[in-house]
């Protein structure tokens, strides 16, 4: 499922969280080489919350961890491409502590079709959910 940024809804008195990320944390934390793992844990891309002409709410979450392989950071990947990657996709981070949440993204350009996934980033690899 794709959204198109020309629909409009209102955003009202929504809940959500926007965490900042420094390049330099990003960049390391992605050229870092990581071992495939069956034991990653399972993330959920849910529906936009909300969509105006310059940001989008998105519904996010992971499940519990596996013990022995937290969760180093999760969020939604975000890319005019049909799949959404590390690699060429805007990273809007999630609080590591908490397990879902409605994440606000913004800066995007109204009428531009969007593609958003959950993603979480683990000691075991990469976790990735569907495509929306």
């Given at each position: 499922?794709?959204?198109?940024?020309?629909?409009?809804l209102?955003?009202?008195?929504?809940?959500f969280?926007?965490?900042?990320?420094?390049?330099?944390?990003?960049?390391?934390?992605?050229?870092?080489?990581?071992?495939?793992?069956?034991?990653?844990?399972?993330?959920?891309?849910?529906?936009?919350?909300?969509?105006?002409?310059?940001?989008?709410?998105?519904?996010?979450?992971?499940?519990?961890?596996?013990?022995?392989?937290?969760?180093?950071?999760?969020?939604?990947?975000?890319?005019?491409?049909?799949?959404?990657?590390?690699?060429?996709?805007?990273?809007?981070?999630?609080?590591?502590?908490?397990?879902?949440?409605?994440?606000?993204?913004?800066?995007?350009?109204?009428?531009?079709?969007?593609?958003?996934?959950?993603?979480?980033?683990?000691?075991?690899?990469?976790?990735?959910?569907?495509?929306?």
């Open positions: 499922m794709k959204f198109n940024i020309f629909s409009k209102a955003l009202g008195a929504l809940a969280a926007f965490v900042a990320c420094d390049e330099d944390y990003e960049k390391a934390a992605f050229d870092t080489p990581v071992a495939p793992s069956h034991d990653l844990p399972t993330v959920t891309t849910g529906d936009p919350v909300a969509v105006t002409g310059t940001a989008a709410i998105l519904s996010i979450s992971v499940d519990e961890v596996v013990e022995g392989n937290p969760v180093l950071h999760w969020g939604v990947l975000l890319s005019t491409n049909d799949n959404p990657g590390l690699a060429g996709s805007t990273i809007s981070y999630a609080n590591v502590e908490e397990t879902s949440t409605n994440l606000m993204v913004g800066g995007l350009v109204d009428e531009t079709t969007y593609y958003y996934r959950t993603f979480a980033h683990t000691e075991g690899g990469v976790a990735y959910g569907e495509v929306k």
